[in-house]
């Protein structure tokens, strides 16, 4: 069976497209090339290896074939615009919940949608979307089946092998995020904001009620996380009392302790 039969047998909803390349640029791109062509909502890409992985603020994203699931989500939701945004949070909740499935152990977020255990980031997203709001690209690179990383990463960085000692199939892993995006997706249409989905996030967001460290190019400042807003903002009390809003695009957010 090759990767797209494996992939399709695990997905619980006919309404996916999807398309598996053994090498490719960045599946963002490739993504966003075929939604120029004009590919449906729900089309899925999928590549063994990427040339040209892209990561959050402008970052290089590498992982070695074989080892990682790299695949990117385009869809067409008639939402606002300025809304399509908030769709990283729900890719960051379909992770956590469907990482937390596979390996038997609790897996939670660093806002905005950091997936971590134990402190360690387990697979990172990166969401793009169309100056006319027609699409959004949601990329998501999963730490699968590696056995270490290189020295600088070590003490930021886990797979699901290092996590469980159990090499897992990189068809599976992606089937099973992508049928609790399926769910997380539909849920969020209904409102088509975070209103509706708020309470499961924050009890997955491991920076609740911790201290954290806001670098925002106005200035960095720490505070104290409540949890999100319905646009998906961090919600921080800064350490003079007033509460602000702290919106993803611009910033980071660190633990004053670490990574988390
Ligand atoms: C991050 O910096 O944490 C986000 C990393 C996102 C990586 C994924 S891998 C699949 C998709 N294609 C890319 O080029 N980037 C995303």
């Known amino acids: 069976m090759d990767f797209t039969e494996e992939i399709k047998q695990d997905l619980e909803s006919d309404d996916w497209t999807v398309y598996h390349a053994a090498e490719m640029d960045s599946t963002n791109e490739w993504a966003k090339r075929l939604a120029e062509e004009g590919a449906p909502d729900l089309t899925v890409c999928l590549?063994?290896?990427?040339?040209?992985?892209k990561g959050r603020l402008g970052r290089?994203?590498?992982?070695?074939?074989?080892?990682?699931?790299?695949?990117?989500?385009?869809?067409?939701?008639?939402?606002?615009?300025?809304?399509?945004?908030?769709?990283?949070l729900v890719m960051g909740m379909a992770a956590a919940d469907g990482l937390g499935k596979i390996m038997g152990l609790p897996v939670g977020i660093k806002w905005p949608n950091d997936v971590v255990i134990h402190g360690k980031k387990l697979c990172g997203i990166l969401t793009e979307t169309a100056s006319d709001g027609s699409w959004v690209v949601i990329g998501i690179g999963i730490n699968v089946n590696m056995t270490d990383f290189p020295e600088e990463l070590r003490s930021k960085a886990s797979s699901i092998r290092?996590?469980?000692?159990?090499?897992?199939s990189l068809p599976r892993t992606a089937a099973v995020v992508l049928n609790e995006f399926r769910d997380y997706y539909r849920a969020f249409l209904e409102t088509e904001d975070m209103s509706g989905l708020r309470a499961t996030y924050e009890r997955m967001l491991v920076n609740i009620h911790e201290k954290v460290r806001v670098f925002d190019p106005g200035g960095a400042f720490n505070g104290t996380a409540l949890g999100i807003d319905d646009a998906g903002d961090l919600l921080v009390r800064r350490d003079d009392g007033t509460v602000v809003h702290v919106?993803?695009?611009?910033?980071?957010?660190?633990?004053?302790?670490?990574?988390?």
Not at 65 to 70: D, E, K, L, P, R
Not at 162 to 168: F, H, I, Q, S
Not at 247 to 260: D, H, P, Q
């Open 47 to 53: 590549a063994d290896e990427q040339t040209a992985g």
């Open 247 to 260: 919106y993803s695009g611009e910033v980071s957010v660190r633990g004053i302790y670490g990574y988390t």
């Open 162 to 168: 290092l996590e469980t000692g159990r090499e897992e």
């Open 60 to 88: 290089v994203w590498k992982s070695p074939a074989g080892t990682s699931v790299s695949m990117s989500v385009l869809l067409r939701p008639s939402v606002r615009p300025e809304h399509l945004s908030m769709l990283t």
